[in-house]
């Protein structure tokens, strides 16, 4: 009988000690879920998806919540969205510009409303603003794409796609340029380059523009390689990208081809050209070389006219912004990080999931 009293007094006063503890806040409680936003051109998109649900699953492990909209490719509904996101007590907004101009504003005010912008798989005007920018080495890609061309090709001219409204695709494009204006040099064998006029085509209400430019040559009379850039094409169209390359490259094919390597500075470029190519019955004739290592291009990559792609790492890219939106740290100095790449050949092909974009 005394063993049961103490007994209930021990269990009394434990009962008695949980209540008072709770009653002064003083007993563990479930932290307030922190709240943060996401705005990206379009959320169907594999890519943008990819990079979306990455930065959630990164959120959510820390037990706070993550609210992403989707801005459908509209530059002032994207700007409006960050706001609402910023009103709506997010800490860091994660943006991946639809746009490379239109958010300056947007970005200054959510700043100075204490929502960090963390600016992810893009740059734009106004970034310096931001607290952080996160994007793929594009510099890295082009030139390692470019080596791999002066490495396993003895020959090749070059059509260059690309889009010149993305920040990405013109560095990407220019340090493949560089790379092989470099090997080029140092065989004294560099002609002038010269411009050629712009022509614009229409397709409804799409506008495809496309210049083509007598980049370099590479000659070699003693049997060396040669690597000559033919033509570069600027590929317009936002999410229409893909379909305004095939349109493009079937234009170019019916002139009659003066290439046999395409260099596309994404995956939707390349898949357009790929598709082109098809269509006009060209059998493994022209190859293609790409970046992005997307599901898609490593599918293409099967086959004989796809050599290589450089991948992306959209979960680097979204740990990284994350990694940026709970340091403990108010100074406003602009971080710029650069996620690594690889080239991707069909020799190693095999050692991925080629339904998955790592």
Not at 36 to 56: L, W
Not at 122 to 132: D, F, L, N, T
Not at 219 to 246: L, P, T, Y
Request: hydrophobic share 40%.
């Amino acid at each position: 009988m005394v063993f049961l009293a103490c007994l209930n007094i021990l269990l009394l006063s434990c009962i008695g000690g949980f209540f008072y503890l709770n009653k002064y806040g003083l007993f563990l409680k479930e932290k307030e879920p922190r709240i943060f936003g996401a705005v990206f051109p379009d959320t169907a998109d594999e890519y943008y998806r990819e990079i979306i649900t990455q930065i959630e699953m990164n959120i959510r492990s820390e037990g706070d919540l993550l609210l992403s909209r989707d801005c459908g490719y509209d530059i002032e509904l994207q700007g409006r969205q960050m706001l609402e996101l910023s009103d709506s007590g997010a800490e860091a907004v994660f943006v991946c510009p639809s746009s490379e101009k239109g958010l300056k504003r947007e970005i200054l005010d959510c700043t100075q409303r204490g929502t960090r912008v963390i600016l992810v798989g893009r740059s734009c005007e106004g970034e310096e603003e931001a607290y952080a920018i996160i994007t793929s080495d594009d510099e890295k890609a082009g030139e390692t794409l470019a080596s791999f061309i002066e490495v396993e090709l003895k020959s090749a001219r070059i059509l260059v796609l690309g889009r010149e409204e993305d920040a990405s695709s013109r560095r990407r494009i220019a340090s493949f340029f560089i790379r092989i204006l470099e090997r080029n040099q140092g065989e004294g064998q560099l002609s002038d380059r010269k411009q050629k006029k712009s022509n614009t085509v229409s397709h409804g209400a799409d506008i495809v523009s496309h210049r083509a430019d007598d980049v370099s040559h590479s000659a070699s009379d003693d049997g060396g390689s040669r690597v000559q850039i033919v033509q570069q094409i600027d590929v317009a169209g936002g999410n229409k990208e893909m379909e305004n390359a095939r349109i493009i490259m079937g234009r170019e094919l019916q002139k009659g081809r003066d290439f046999d390597l395409v260099f596309a500075a994404d995956e939707k470029l390349a898949a357009g050209a790929y598709a082109a190519l098809k269509e006009a019955g060209e059998k493994g004739s022209v190859k293609i070389v790409a970046v992005d290592g997307s599901p898609v291009g490593k599918n293409m990559l099967r086959s004989s006219r796809y050599l290589a792609t450089v991948m992306e790492y959209p979960s680097i890219l979204a740990a990284e912004a994350v990694r940026q939106a709970y340091i403990e740290d108010e100074k406003q100095v602009l971080r710029r990080i650069y996620a690594q790449v690889k080239l991707v050949t069909k020799s190693i092909i095999y050692s991925y999931d080629i339904d998955k974009w790592e």
